[in-house]
Nanobody
Framework: QVQLVESGGGLVQPGGSLRLSCAAS????????MRWYRQAPGKGRELVAT????????EYADSVKGRFTISRDNTKNAVYLQMNSLKPEDTAVYYC?????WGQGTQVTVSA
């Protein structure tokens, strides 16, 4: 069965960086688009970044463009989200997504 396991969240000061990881299993990872979403307290789930299959394009929400980078390693069945210049408004639970499958999420808190 499909499993997505996120890691790498934590507490960071404004301006800091974090790298999220998502380990995927149960499907042919290299063939599929992968996405990162986030959900802040009291808000809906927001698409943050998308990465296509090998050679595919990346896309970002305007709110993170230029600060976040999505990448993948098909040898490890993993997708990453490098987050730089973090802001308090980036505070949310971050989720890895494949079609209609979701991980358990990892909390990112940006606070002084």
């Amino acid at each position: 069965q499909v499993q997505l396991v996120e890691s790498g969240g934590g507490l960071v000061q404004p301006g800091g960086s974090l790298r999220l990881s998502c380990a995927a299993s149960g499907f042919t990872f290299s063939r599929y688009t992968m996405r990162w979403y986030r959900q802040a307290p009291g808000k809906g789930r927001e698409l943050v970044a998308t990465i296509g299959p090998p050679g595919g394009r990346t896309e970002y929400a305007d709110s993170v463009k230029g600060r976040f980078t999505i990448s993948r390693d098909n040898t490890k069945n993993a997708v990453y989200l490098q987050m730089n210049s973090l802001k308090p408004e980036d505070t949310a639970v971050y989720y890895c997504n494949h079609i209609n499958f979701w991980g358990q999420g990892t909390q990112v808190t940006v606070s002084a």
